[in-house]
């Protein structure tokens, strides 16, 4: 039963998640409120793993949700599940690509669907955060991150991840030898 919702699960995640690997969140999220599959606190570290491993951030997301699942078994059908129906509307799109690239509704639809993406994943985003400073260290953290964040320059969500890193190893080093 559990290699049924698991395909379900992440097959849903598949079609509904529009706007890129982040957009997945909001589903993971829900994934781990309603199996108990993995903890939100393992959702953090999936990003944080998904986030600095090369590919495509849903699926390295799936297969490790897979593997904290119930394995490598898990971790392929997670994967696979993810992947197939956009392989699907791939094809199927790409033959009426030509026809309705300047269809109005279809640029509408598309249009509206960005916000929305948007709204999802600052919704997880909150979440994952509230969840994830949990004393004076991670506040010590995320602070500064998050000034540098809003001061305007572009950085990768590498250059972020590892920061945080190195400054938690940091902490963890100057407060542990006192």
């Known amino acids: ?38 903890s939100i606190n393992e959702l953090t570290q999936m990003l944080a793993i998904a986030s600095i491993t090369p590919g ?17 078994s898990t971790a392929i059908l997670a994967t696979v599940s993810i992947i197939l129906p956009s392989l699907f509307l791939v094809i199927a799109i790409s033959k009426l690509l030509r026809k309705f690239s300047d269809n109005f509704y279809v640029k509408s639809a598309i249009y509206g669907l960005k916000p929305a993406s948007c ?23 995320f602070l ?26 940091f902490l963890s080093f100057v407060f542990k030898t006192q």
């Open 1 to 38: 039963m559990i290699y049924f919702d698991l395909f379900k699960e992440f097959f849903k995640i598949g079609i509904l998640s529009f706007g890129g690997g982040y957009a997945t969140l909001p589903f993971l999220y829900h994934i781990a409120d309603q199996y108990h599959w993995y």
């Open 56 to 72: 495509p951030v849903g699926i390295n997301m799936a297969t490790y949700a897979g593997m904290k699942t119930h394995g490598i």
């Open 119 to 141: 709204a999802l994943i600052s919704a997880v985003a909150i979440r994952l955060i509230k969840s994830s400073i949990t004393n004076i260290y991670g506040i010590i953290i």
């Open 144 to 169: 500064p991150l998050l000034f540098l964040f809003m001061s305007g320059k572009k950085h990768s969500p590498v250059f972020y991840l590892v920061l945080s890193g190195l400054a938690g190893l």
